[in-house]
């Protein structure tokens, strides 16, 4: 069976629908990836998957430009050429699947499948309404392909993965064992203060820690000021590939709540997590990995979705110490010691 897997959002989304796309592969499907550019880099690298095709929607893009018929009319061709014998496509809860699937019916998808408390009217051939909103985002992708009548391999722990990935040639070796700190977030009322990543870095160094920052090119000035003086930059240097080699190296990885988050929890290292409460951790924190929740989940941003903090002196996250951060760290990564290499990134599927 042809089936395409939609996925609109961005990289932390695509992961944590990862455990979905590996139960269709299981059932037999030829799984093609519908995504979005956000989320492109990390496609190749899940389980399952054989095809991609890249589309931004201009209903689920965070940043969206207008809606323009000539390019929906190409993605609708494009399906059309696809010959699928159904859809499913992959949501949030605030998200509607009902834009995608009046595409997809214009395409000639027979049958589509998705979560959606709005009527569909005949958008739908597969309508599921009993999710509730608070599981974690994974749980709520598997919730829709068990709805369809599939379901993972017992012996898979469905928990976000990814395919292996080699150790990229760097400008300067890795060290023998490493704290990654990934200042970086989509946007800024997820971010932690750079002087707190700072202090986190010399504090972590003072302690006998190897530090690593990691970061896009876009970020290098960010990376720059939080490495200084104690790690190595690893700023702008890696693609999504890369940068999950260099996780999976590490004994704990600091981030916000993004993208990397979901990443280093898929290869399996510990993360401490810098938890902003404007979208619920229940829902979107990191899984599969040992994970220690930072940051006040009862601010009064809870929930907002804001993407610059509506409170002053960003208080859910400013509250956490360095001190806190470093004692998470050695919590659940330990003390320093020796490199865990790049071969224990984890293969399902």
């Keep these: 069976m042809k089936t395409l897997a939609v996925r ?12 979905a796309l590996r139960a269709l592969a299981h059932a037999g499907d030829e799984v093609t990836l519908l995504c979005g550019a956000r989320g492109r880099p990390v496609a190749d690298l899940l389980p399952g998957v054989s095809r991609v095709i890249e589309w931004t929607a201009p209903w689920i893009d965070p940043e969206p430009q207008p809606v323009d018929p000539t390019a929906i009319e190409q993605l609708r061709a494009v399906v059309a050429e696809g010959g699928f014998d159904r859809a499913l496509i992959f949501t949030s809860f605030h998200q509607s699947p009902l834009p995608t699937a009046l595409v997809l019916r214009l395409a000639g998808v027979p049958w589509t499948g998705a979560i959606s408390v709005d009527y569909p009217g005949s958008l739908l051939d597969l309508r599921v309404t009993d999710v509730p909103d608070d599981i974690p985002e994974t749980a709520r992708a598997l919730r829709l392909v068990a709805a369809a009548g599939v379901e993972l391999p017992a012996e898979d722990d469905g928990q976000p993965a990814i395919r292996p990935v080699p150790m990229p040639r760097l400008e300067q070796p890795l060290p023998g064992s490493y704290v990654v700190l990934h200042p970086g977030t989509s946007v800024p009322a997820r ?12 504090l972590l160094a003072r302690r006998g820690h190897h530090v690593v920052v990691t970061g896009a090119a876009a970020e290098r000035q960010l990376t720059a000021t939080v490495a200084e003086g104690a790690g190595l930059d ?26 990397p988050a979901h990443l280093a929890a898929a290869v399996r290292t510990p993360v401490v997590s810098l938890f902003a409460p404007t979208v619920p951790a229940i829902r979107w924190a990191p899984q599969g990995a040992p994970v220690a929740l930072l940051g006040d989940q009862e601010a009064p941003c809870s929930g907002s979705r804001a993407t610059s903090c509506p409170v002053p002196g960003h208080p859910c996250l400013t509250s956490v110490s360095p001190d806190q951060v470093v004692d998470a760290v050695e919590r659940i990564g330990g003390a320093p010691r020796e490199h865990r290499p790049a071969a224990s990134v984890k293969e399902v599927g």
Aim: one cysteine or more; aromatic letters at 4%; a negative charge.
């Design 191 to 202: 971010a932690w203060p750079v002087e707190h990543f700072r202090a986190t870095a010399a």
């Design 8 to 19: 609109l959002d961005s990289l932390g989304d695509l992961i944590v629908t990862g455990p």
């Design 234 to 259: 690893l700023g702008g240097q890696l693609d999504v590939a890369g940068l999950a080699a260099v996780l999976a190296g590490a004994t704990c990885v600091v981030v916000g709540n993004t993208g």
